[in-house]
């Protein structure tokens, strides 16, 4: 809208031109100005008179528009109007030639209120007087379209939107008739990708137990019809959990990958190599002459995968246990067969892994021996004939119980008491570990409090913890019941947990740890310097002590090498600010050399075997100093 200054345009101006007195004149100009004014309060657009930059004259609707109370916005500079000076500036250097010019100007632009918000606004604009556009300063019009700024991008965005699916529809029928000619091809690509998938492991590409039963089934047909022999070798890698858990399943996968590599390079074309479970392998040696041909391939077999691994910047070795059984003295049938020579390879890590061994009677005996067992075990949870012993551990500087150590027993009703050696394996692999540690710690716990209550000066517990029980969801919040339930300090209570355990998963690791110090449970890390362990990742964890395994004690005195990686666990655990425990101390140089080297604890046979509680109250009313 313009405000035009030539009043022959107008009715009213003409008509106070034709009259003939002054004062006639002045009350049409009084009138004009009214209607004008009126027209400015109650016009619905905001409206601005410029002159040098400032306000002069402003509507209510521009005030109302920009935030500003009545009277406020006139005499400010037009600058308070933009959003920033640079915006400001760029406006002006674009609208002053065209306003000086005597043009109109019209753009829509982001303007600013009072409070800094911002809105679109829509802006005309032209000089009072075109003529003299300097002297007679400048109208604005200004519209708030911010709702139909937005109404016209939602309408863009569904125009836009409609025409992408008009475009892809018409492509659509576009490749309709291709797709069809297509579609049987595809169709049979992809039945042979589902057959390959049911018939082979997803990560090594290997044929799968389906697939290798298949096949042993056909072998086995076709050295009946020759009257050869056909061998399975099933073979599982040695301690692949450890790297698995300290290093993470990518690692795992990578060792995974290549051990099935090596195997396909040892074996001939017509053989089979298969993967039938996360470490397990199986050979199918087809049309073979007797045994000799089955130990020529183990032997390759044991020299190959022993070899190192470079993986993800890790430098990795494992070994295989292998077993083997031949047809057709083991076995007819592919089921048979597979079975055996499982039992074998079971039978190879019994016998210390990284070795070889054929299915005999004796073999399947120990299987079902094995077998047996794990039956007997879950018995053994179930009937109470689970049992802890303690073994004492000494403080060095003055030869006092500092702690016992809780160690599970098996007290089977026809064995006898069986060590957990015997069955912690096999209680890891079955799952049963998790009752079992669960029952440790309640164990342990209820232990300590029934000697609290009678007056004996109890010291901590310390307890060992799986690798499955550390990387349960619910850690925490269970031993935190068992305290309770006790109605123990958890200062009486010590955790064991391995260096590879640690090394799992860290950040998850080190949200545990923290869980477990926060509740004041102590930490130790068992078994150090066995494992993988980072001096970073031990500067984080809340650990309070560090166990030295007994490998590198028993040699001590003997051996520099012993002696001094125990100096300088020993040197590390000092600068951290941690307590030291050697494991299995035998001899009194043993003892002398740890006490010289600044160990804090000892704990082994020279200071007393595990013992059960009846024991360890014997040995503590017995016991005050233990010199060294």
Known sequence: MQVSNDLGSNPLAAQACSAPSADAREQVLRRMALNYEAILQTASIGIAFTRELYFEHVNPRLEDMFGWPRGTLAGQLSQVVFPSKADFDELFSYTQPLLMQGLAVDFERELARRDGSLFRGHIRANSVDPL??????????????????RSVQELQRVRDELEMRVRERTDALARANEHLLNEIAERRVAECRIRHLAHHDSLTGLPNRRLLEQRVGEALTQARQRGRGCAVVFLDLDRFKTINDSLGHGVGDGLLKAVARRLAEVVRPTDTVARVGGDEFVLLLADIAGADDAVHVAERVLERLSQPYRIERHSLRITPSIGIALSPRDGDEAETLLGHADAAMYHAKAQGRQCFQFFTENVLRSSSQRLQMENELHGAVLHGELRLHYQP????????LSATEALVRWQHPEK????????????????????????????????????RDRGLPVKPVAV?????????????????????DARLPAHLLELEITESTLMHNTGETLDTLQRLASSGVKISIDDFGTGYSSLAYLKRFPVDLLKIDRSFVRDIHTDPDDAAIVRAIIGLAKSLGLQVVAEGVETREQANFLNATGCDEVQGFLFGRPM???GVEQYIAGVCTMPV
Do not use: M
Request: hydrophobic fraction near 35%.
């Open 132 to 149: 003299r556009p300097r002297e007679s300063g400048v109208i604005w019009i200004v519209e708030d379209i911010t709702e139909h700024h």
């Open 393 to 400: 551990r000494i403080e060095l500087a003055r030869g006092t």
């Open 416 to 451: 006898g008491l069986v060590s957990p050696g015997e069955f912690i394996p096999l209680a890891e692999e079955t799952g049963l570990i998790h009752a079992i540690g669960d029952w440790v710690l309640r164990e342990a716990c209820r232990q300590q409090r029934l000697w």
């Open 464 to 484: 060992n913890l799986s690798a499955q029980q550390f990387r349960s969801r619910d850690l925490h919040d269970s031993i935190r019941r068992i305290l309770s």
């Open 612 to 614: 059960p509680p009846e």
